[in-house]
C-alpha cells in the first residue's frame, strides 16, 4: 500500500515561509533577552546593590523583587546557565506556540517571584531567571499532552530530553538553589497551558492516502440485514 500524502496544505511553501517565520521570530526575542541579561549583569554584577531588587520574602520590600529579580543573577555562570536555557526553551516554545508563550510569560514572570515570596525562608534573597525557564519547560510539556499534535507532542519530547530535569528541580533537593521559584514558575507554567492551549491554531494536519482508502472501505460495507425470528 502506497503511504502517499494526498491533502497536504494547498501551498507547502507558505506553509515553512510560516514556520521559518515564527522560528526566525523566537530566535531574535530570546537573543534579545539574552543580550539584556548579559548587559545587566556585566553593569551591576553580583554586588550588594542588587540585594532590594532581589525577591526577599515574606518582608513588604521584598515584594519589588517579583517584578526586577528575574533579570539579576548571582554569577557569571548563573546567567550563562539561564541564558542557554532561555535560548533553547524560548525559542522552541516561541516558534510552535507564539500567542501562547506570550501571554504566558508575564504569569511565569510572577509566579516564580510570588513562589520565592511565599516559600522563602526570611532573609534570604532570590535572583535569577531560572523560575521562568521552569515555566517555559512545563508550559510546553504540558501543552504537548493536552494538545497532543505532532508538533505539539514533538517539542514536548525535546523539552523533556534536555530539560527533563526540571521536573524535580522544583523540590527542595539541592542547597542554594532557589526551588520556591522553580515551584511557582512550574505552576504557572501548567497553568498557563490550561489556560492559553487554544491561542494557537492547529498546524495543517496531513492525510495519507491510506487513511482514505480505509474510510472508503467503511463507507461501502453494506449494513448488517436484520434477522426475523
Not at 13 to 22: F, N, S, T, Y
Not at 27 to 49: F, K
Not at 145 to 160: C, G, N, P, T
Amino acid at each position: 500500500m502506497e503511504l502517499q500524502d494526498i491533502t497536504a496544505p494547498s501551498d507547502p511553501r507558505r506553509q515553512r515561509r510560516l514556520d521559518a517565520g515564527r522560528l526566525r521570530r523566537a530566535l531574535t526575542c530570546s537573543l534579545a533577552v539574552i543580550l539584556l541579561l548579559l548587559g545587566i549583569h556585566a553593569v551591576v554584577g553580583s554586588s550588594d546593590a542588587v540585594a532590594p531588587f532581589a525577591v526577599q520574602p515574606h518582608t513588604a520590600s521584598g515584594l519589588v523583587g517579583i517584578l526586577t529579580a528575574p533579570l539579576l543573577h548571582g554569577s557569571w555562570d548563573h546567567v550563562l546557565s539561564n541564558a542557554i536555557a532561555i535560548l533553547i526553551l524560548g525559542t522552541l516554545a516561541g516558534s510552535v506556540y507564539p500567542r501562547a508563550s506570550l501571554r504566558a510569560l508575564p504569569l511565569l514572570w510572577l509566579g516564580s517571584g510570588i513562589g520565592a515570596w511565599l516559600l522563602g525562608h526570611a532573609g534570604e534573597h532570590h535572583l535569577g531567571a531560572s523560575g521562568v525557564t521552569h515555566g517555559l519547560m512545563y508550559l510546553t510539556l504540558t501543552l504537548g499532552i493536552l494538545r497532543k499534535e505532532r508538533s505539539a507532542v514533538a517539542a514536548a519530547m525535546i523539552v523533556f530530553l534536555l530539560y527533563g530535569g526540571m521536573v524535580m528541580a522544583v523540590l527542595p533537593l539541592q542547597e542554594g538553589v532557589s526551588w520556591q521559584s522553580h515551584l511557582g514558575g512550574a505552576i504557572a507554567g501548567v497553568i498557563s497551558a490550561f489556560l492559553f492551549r487554544h491561542a494557537d491554531l492547529a498546524p495543517p494536519r496531513r492525510v495519507y492516502s491510506y487513511e482514505l482508502e480505509e474510510e472508503e472501505g467503511a463507507d461501502s460495507d453494506p449494513p448488517p440485514s436484520g434477522q426475523g425470528e
